[in-house]
């Protein structure tokens, strides 16, 4: 493989954490750092003959594969990222292999299969609820701080907690729905209090995430996906995991990266900004896509259309609030 020059690799030198590298928008950005010449450590539950209690059949592993073959370079370590000892081990090994860590991508718990009951707020199943939220959530927090503690010492460093679309509301069960707020709002509060140390935070979405659950789900592979369209002409606008990816990609090589601290961003929106296409030099833009919503019950329809006009009064009200608030701080 020829030797990537120095302005096809603006990640050269830099050294990147995936945590939850193992699949779908995780696998991407591990894909995309490494694309883009950062060292990459892909951590997560499933490493091979030892799958997660997911019990699908990606490893972490098999995605450092895919990075080294490519001519990038990627260690695959198990880390469970909901026990703290693990995280903070995880970090003091980055930390005597190379000094920096600079990049902190968090993708762990993004295809749970325990949130993925919809249904009504009533109708929850609250079982597993506590390992949901220490999966999903806890080990996001865990993460961050040991990610934040080694990034000040450098003063510098990119924290990108990947979750799922660009509202706030719109439901699904409060599990799930109450992480994936989290997941917004957190990096909002940590951007405040990192910004004076050199680290931007920010949280970002994929659309349409044609992800292995996904392509399994609608019956079709990477090769023949277009096949999925026949079920649901949304499919049609998919992004392949690596676009996300190579979002955060962007947005790590972005000198004034921490102009964008503390905000949501999507993928379709980056890639309009930065110019990168997926794989196959497309750039999938779920924004503009009008979205067919056939294959929705009415009563679903219903919830997003109630859902996104008490989110507009939500916004309304909060950000005037926040006006007031602010004339109240000096400076």
């Given at each position: 493989?020829a030797?990537k020059?120095?302005?096809?690799?603006?990640?050269a030198g830099?050294?990147a954490l995936?945590?939850?590298?193992?699949r779908?928008?995780?696998?991407?950005?591990a894909r995309?750092?490494?694309?883009?010449?950062?060292?990459?450590?892909c951590?997560?539950?499933?490493?091979?003959?030892?799958?997660?209690?997911?019990?699908?059949?990606?490893?972490?592993d098999?995605t450092a594969?895919?990075?080294?073959?490519?001519g990038?370079?990627?260690?695959?370590?198990r880390?469970?990222?909901s026990?703290?000892?693990?995280?903070?081990a995880?970090?003091?090994?980055?930390?005597?292999?190379?000094?920096?860590?600079?990049?902190?991508?968090?993708?762990?718990?993004?295809?749970?299969?325990?949130m993925?009951?919809?249904?009504?707020?009533?109708q929850?199943?609250?079982?597993?609820?506590?390992?949901?939220f220490?999966?999903?959530?806890?080990?996001?927090i865990?993460?961050?701080k040991?990610?934040?503690?080694?990034m000040?010492?450098?003063?510098?460093?990119?924290?990108?907690?990947?979750t799922?679309?660009?509202?706030?509301?719109?439901?699904?069960?409060p599990?799930?729905?109450?992480?994936?707020v989290?997941?917004?709002a957190?990096?909002?509060g940590w951007?405040?209090?990192l910004?004076?140390h050199g680290?931007?935070?920010?949280?970002i979405t994929?659309?349409?995430?044609?992800s292995?659950?996904?392509?399994?789900?609608?019956?079709?592979?990477?090769a023949?996906?277009?096949?999925?369209?026949k079920?649901d002409?949304?499919?049609?606008?998919?992004?392949s995991?690596?676009?996300?990816?190579?979002?955060v990609?962007?947005l790590?090589?972005?000198?004034?990266?921490l102009c964008?601290?503390?905000?949501?961003?999507?993928?379709?929106?980056?890639?309009?900004?930065?110019?990168?296409?997926d794989?196959?030099?497309?750039?999938?833009?779920?924004g503009?896509?009008?979205?067919?919503?056939?294959g929705?019950?009415p009563?679903?329809v219903?919830?997003?259309?109630t859902?996104?006009?008490?989110e507009n009064?939500?916004?309304?009200?909060?950000?005037?609030?926040?006006?007031k608030?602010?004339?109240?701080?000096p400076?």
């Amino acid at each position: 493989m020829a030797k990537k020059s120095r302005s096809s690799s603006p990640l050269a030198g830099r050294v990147a954490l995936v945590a939850g590298a193992t699949r779908g928008a995780g696998r991407g950005a591990a894909r995309a750092l490494g694309e883009a010449g950062a060292t990459v450590y892909c951590t997560g539950r499933s490493v091979k003959g030892r799958p997660s209690p997911y019990n699908r059949p990606e490893t972490i592993d098999e995605t450092a594969a895919m990075i080294n073959d490519a001519g990038g370079r990627a260690i695959a370590v198990r880390v469970d990222h909901s026990v703290e000892s693990e995280v903070k081990a995880l970090f003091a090994r980055i930390a005597r292999a190379h000094k920096r860590i600079d990049i902190l991508v968090d993708s762990v718990a993004g295809e749970l299969p325990l949130m993925k009951q919809y249904g009504f707020m009533w109708q929850t199943d609250l079982t597993h609820a506590d390992e949901i939220f220490r999966q999903a959530l806890t080990s996001r927090i865990i993460t961050a701080k040991h990610a934040a503690l080694a990034m000040m010492r450098a003063r510098r460093g990119l924290i990108a907690e990947v979750t799922e679309n660009d509202l706030l509301g719109l439901g699904g069960n409060p599990l799930m729905h109450a992480v994936k707020v989290a997941q917004k709002a957190l990096p909002l509060g940590w951007a405040a209090e990192l910004q004076p140390h050199g680290i931007a935070v920010v949280s970002i979405t994929p659309g349409f995430l044609r992800s292995e659950s996904m392509l399994e789900h609608f019956g079709v592979t990477e090769a023949n996906w277009r096949d999925g369209g026949k079920k649901d002409r949304n499919f049609l606008e998919s992004e392949s995991p690596l676009y996300v990816g190579r979002a955060v990609a962007a947005l790590a090589a972005d000198p004034d990266v921490l102009c964008r601290t503390g905000m949501l961003y999507s993928s379709w929106e980056l890639a309009r900004q930065y110019k990168f296409t997926d794989y196959d030099g497309r750039r999938p833009d779920w924004g503009r896509h009008k979205i067919d919503w056939s294959g929705l019950p009415p009563e679903w329809v219903d919830l997003f259309r109630t859902g996104t006009e008490l989110e507009n009064r939500w916004h309304a009200t909060l950000q005037a609030r926040t006006k007031k608030f602010r004339t109240k701080i000096p400076g």
